[in-house]
């Protein structure tokens, strides 16, 4: 019989769910809209229906190993979603018990980037590596750190945040946090766009970027401007590579990895920004770590990526 897990990836507009082998084939997946459930219980009795679904839909015979959840502000060690700004259900939620009453498999459930950090160790090119660090460059910036073979989780189990480290205090640009200067409002999807924002105001700079609105500008549009010589919009990803190296050789400082993976939107832009970054975090790297350390672009990367990333979890654990 073929052993199976279930991987959910809770986003606020969109969630995904699909079932997953041990070898990291997608068998199926389908997804829902997280916003139209106004509570957690309606919501996961949405997922649960979705989940017999597609496990009616395989024609061989399989059992079901247990389910992972990747989750914003996801709590590894209470099952928890605590306080996530971008879900519309507030203060902590019982999630992985609210599960519990639809499937009698093991369930876990950590946040979004912890999820990719175990995708990479399971499925990806982290395989066999003791420690790595993937660095998940989305709406914001998320982490996940291995460290001996081992996610770390902290004391509290939200340990990782390198997107809410501060690089500008005080006057840097105002984060979801309620905090000023956090890292992911400068190395992100959205942060990128916030500096070609400011480069426009600050300059007259011409660029193609000048003639689409504010609010429509994406970092995808903006990776197809520097591609085809947009100087603006590589001026852009020159700023976003210099902070980001910079924090990533405090990282290395801090934990000596292997390799530094990087995951998300922004990472789809390729060399764009793996290149600059890797030559900034040598820049500002202690000495006796230059040249030592990988920065790479996570190959997991497609529409099933987080499915892969929350079903990692359940094979990080049966396999202990």
Not at 122 to 145: E, P, Q, R
Not at 155 to 167: K, M, Q, R, S, Y
Not at 196 to 218: A, G, N, P, Q
Request: overall charge negative.
């Amino acid at each position: 019989m073929k052993e199976i897990s279930i991987g959910i990836d809770i986003g606020g507009t969109n969630s995904v769910i699909g079932i997953v082998d041990k070898h990291g084939t997608v068998i199926c997946h389908d997804s829902i809209l997280t916003a139209n459930y106004k509570t957690p219980e309606l919501f996961v009795e949405e997922c649960a229906a979705l989940i017999n679904k597609l496990l009616k839909s395989i024609p061989e015979q399989c059992g079901l190993v247990g389910i992972g959840i990747g989750a914003p502000n996801g709590n590894y060690y209470k099952g928890t979603i605590e306080f996530a700004p971008n879900l519309k259900w507030k203060g902590i939620i019982e999630f992985v018990n609210i599960f519990k009453s639809h499937f009698d498999v093991p369930t876990f459930l950590t946040n979004d980037a912890n999820a990719a950090a175990l995708g990479e160790l399971i499925y990806g090119d982290a395989k066999g590596m003791k420690d790595f660090v993937v660095v998940t460059l989305g709406t914001g910036l998320g982490s996940g750190f291995v460290i001996n073979g081992n996610l770390v989780y902290g004391h509290d189990g939200f340990a990782g945040e390198l997107g809410h480290t501060i690089v500008f205090p005080e006057k840097g640009r105002l984060c979801g946090c309620g905090r000023k200067g956090c890292l992911e409002t400068y190395c992100s999807a959205t942060g990128i766009v916030r500096t070609v924002i400011e480069l426009m105001e600050e300059s007259d700079e011409d660029s193609e970027l000048r003639s689409i609105k504010k609010e429509k500008i994406t970092s995808k549009l903006i990776a197809e401007a520097a591609l085809r010589g947009d100087a603006l919009a590589n001026s852009a990803f020159d700023y976003t590579a210099k902070i980001l190296g910079m924090k990533l050789a405090d990282v290395v400082a801090i934990t000596s990895p292997e390799a530094i993976f990087l995951f998300g939107g922004l990472a789809q832009s390729g060399d764009l920004i793996l290149k600059p970054t890797k030559e900034y975090m040598e820049k500002y790297m202690l000495p006796i770590f230059k040249n030592k350390v990988k920065l790479l672009h996570s190959k997991l990367e497609g529409t099933t990526a987080a499915i892969l990333g929350a079903s990692a979890l359940v094979w990080n654990e049966v396999s202990c």
